[in-house]
T-cell receptor
Framework: NAGVTQTPKFQVLKTGQSMTLQCAQD?????MYWYRQDPGMGLRLIYY???????DKGEVPNGYNVSRLNKREFSLRLESAAPSQTSVYFC???????????FGPGTRLTVT | TQLLEQSPQFLSIQEGENLTVYCNSS?????LQWYRQEPGEGPVLLVT?????EVKKLKRLTFQFGDARKDSSLHITAAQPGDTGLYLC????????????FGKGTKLTVNP
């Protein structure tokens, strides 16, 4: 089992460029999440998906879109990247009714 | 918006010392989780507490959930260099802990 995988691991974008961060889990989890982690800010929820076919906004959704492609995959899209979106992005998943979230290794994104 | 205040933000101690990390809020949480994160990796769950007043022990780590379910603490006895890392508390915000609110983290360094 690979757990939660994320691609790419590193990315540098210029302001205004777009990109999609990919996340996949092989644990048959129902819920999936996207967070960003900034120095001194902890983890902040961007979007989450409680089940296949549903998505909902988190604390900091502006500038992002998500797609729950199927039960395994949950992607995060930046349509027009801004320097304020420079961060480390983590995807996570969990079983419904179980507390623990399993995290991927993260994507380090720099927007210049 | 529910907030979790975590303190201290940084802690540098010598091997063998004891330490306590605090996580406080004015809000009630359905559960409280503690994660540990190594550099370049995603957070990994250490423990979940769900009942007010609950105490859980994991080897040299003791976790406590406040009676009112608004605060929690992590106590490490006889810290070792292998305990070095970022410790994050996270509160469950809905009945099934569907979403988590994270504290900003405590960066612990244990010097040999």
């Amino acid at each position: 089992n690979a757990g939660v995988t994320q691609t790419p691991k590193f990315q540098v974008l210029k302001t205004g460029q777009s990109m999609t961060l990919q996340c996949a889990q092989d644990m048959n989890h129902n819920s999936m999440y996207w967070y960003r982690q900034d120095p001194g800010m902890g983890l902040r929820l961007i979007y989450y998906s409680a089940s296949e076919g549903t998505t909902d906004k988190g604390e900091v959704p502006n500038g992002y879109n998500v797609s729950r492609l199927n039960k395994r995959e949950f992607s995060l899209r930046l349509e027009s990247a801004a320097p304020s979106q420079t961060s480390v992005y983590f995807c996570a998943s969990r079983w419904t009714g179980v507390y623990e979230q399993y995290f991927g290794p993260g994507t380090r994104l720099t927007v210049t | 918006t529910q907030l979790l205040e975590q303190s201290p933000q940084f802690l540098s101690i010598q091997e063998g010392e004891n330490l306590t990390v605090y996580c406080n809020s004015s809000s009630v949480f359905s559960s409280l989780q503690w994660y540990r994160q190594e550099p370049g990796e995603g957070p990994v769950l250490l423990v979940t507490v769900v009942t007010g007043g609950e105490v859980k022990k994991l080897k040299r780590l003791t976790f406590q959930f406040g009676d009112a379910r608004k605060d929690s603490s992590l106590h490490i006895t006889a810290a070792q260099p292998g305990d070095t890392g970022l410790y994050l508390c996270a509160g469950g915000t809905q009945g099934g802990s569907e979403k988590l609110v994270f504290g900003k983290g405590t960066k612990l360094t244990v010097n040999p």
